[in-house]
């Protein structure tokens, strides 16, 4: 039973316009969520985060926004840029859960056309 | 923060045999993590591994199949015993930073693995 849903395996958009990553959860208990992107060969980098308490989190172009009723949160890259192409996955960590256990989606594949 | 390494970056392996993956960071951390991304898959925590102590198992994994290392601050190995298919996987070392502001979780470039 998946904690947490990336039900989009890829998005296409062109350079400069918005990119939406979407991410749904089902644990009410989970406390914080993070952005990760990951390029091929390299390991997930930390992208963002917010915390439950929050409902928008803004860093540069990133931006999260959580939703908690409707248990959804999502990221947000305006402008997109080719360099933006990755996978992003979305995680999730239960309150009181120890630093490293972290839920993951299975990912988002954005391709930032040129 | 960290910057993490892993050995090997991949391997293909025989059924029954067993890969040892090392990990190694560039700083003292005291949190090491493990974790295992199978084929069209997220990210699923194997285990904790503080040094000093016994690796702590998520539900699901064991200490036989996947015995690990933690001989200081810096280093870890993860073994993958008796592999199988189904072990095919990207193995991935991860540590977090705690700094005054953040605790940040870094992970390594990952181990891709193929058992035949």
């Known amino acids: 039973d998946q904690q947490v849903k990336q039900n989009s395996p890829s998005l296409s958009v062109q350079e400069g316009r918005i990119s939406i990553l979407n991410c749904d959860y089902t644990n009410s208990m989970f406390d914080y969520f993070l952005w990760y992107k990951k390029y091929p060969a390299e390991g997930p980098t930390f992208l963002i985060s917010?915390?439950?308490?929050?409902d928008k989190n803004e860093d540069g172009r990133f931006t999260v926004f959580l939703n908690k009723s409707a248990k959804h949160l999502s990221l947000h890259i305006v402008p997109s840029q080719p360099g933006d192409s990755a996978v992003y996955f979305c995680a999730a960590r239960n309150y009181g859960g120890s630093q490293g256990n972290l839920i993951f989606g299975k990912g988002t594949k954005l391709s930032v056309k040129p | 923060s960290a910057v993490i390494s892993q050995k090997p970056s991949r391997d293909i392996c025989q059924r029954g045999t067993s890969l040892t993956i090392q990990c190694q960071v560039d700083s003292q951390v005291t949190m090491m993590f493990w974790y295992r991304q199978q084929p069209g898959q997220s990210l699923t925590l194997i285990a904790t591994?503080?040094?000093?102590?016994?690796?702590?198992?998520e539900s699901g994994f064991v200490i036989d199949k996947f015995p690990i290392s933690r001989p200081n601050l810096t280093f870890s190995t993860l073994t993958v015993s008796n592999m199988s298919p189904e072990d095919s996987s990207i193995y991935l070392c991860?540590?977090?930073?705690?700094?005054?502001?953040?605790?940040?979780?870094?992970f390594g470039p990952g181990t891709r693995l193929t058992v035949l």
């Open positions: 917010i915390s439950s308490i929050k």
């Open positions: 591994a503080n040094q000093g102590s016994e690796a702590t198992y």
């Open positions: 991860s540590v977090v930073w705690f700094s005054m502001f953040y605790n940040e979780q870094f």
